[in-house]
């Protein structure tokens, strides 16, 4: 396992994650826990009103696996949306579950996580981040589609 998915790409991910800390007056936070490991990540985030991203800031208590993807989102998040999530959010669940391609687009580093797919008790810590910014996006959508 070691060989196959700690990989340079993936390590070197994990050691440079951007946008670490927390949100003054973010316009939603969420956090995501991986039982099977303990990892943690919570974020915040501020979303304009045609629903991007303009400020993006995390906390990650995480394995490697955790941290390079939640360096791989933080790096190009600035400007995403829901359905842009929710595409990361459906491609990672793919490819780890079903074998299905490495997402592309806007968050196509996320490929680097590829190997995980075999090792099925890794896939919650690979989806902490965008677990959380799903829900984070979601609890946006909801406040504003009831104000």
Not at 117 to 129: I, K
Request: charged share 20%; proline share 3%.
């Amino acid at each position: 396992m070691v060989n196959n998915v700690y990989h340079s790409k993936l390590l070197e991910l994990a050691g440079n994650i951007p946008r670490i800390g927390r949100l003054d007056a973010p316009d939603a936070t969420a956090s995501a826990h991986a039982k099977l490991c303990g990892s943690k990540l919570t974020l915040d985030v501020k979303v304009d009103a045609n629903g991007a991203i303009t400020d993006f800031a995390q906390e990650v208590k995480a394995c490697a696996l955790g941290q390079a993807a939640a360096s791989a989102v933080a790096s190009d998040v600035i400007g995403a949306d829901l359905v842009d999530v929710r595409e990361a959010h459906d491609a990672m669940t793919a490819m780890l579950k079903n074998d299905g391609p490495t997402p592309e687009g806007r968050f196509e580093a996320l490929g680097a996580l590829e190997a995980v797919r075999e090792y099925p008790a890794r896939h919650a810590s690979t989806m902490l981040v965008l677990d959380a910014l799903v829900d984070a996006l979601e609890q946006v959508a909801h406040a504003r589609s009831a104000a």
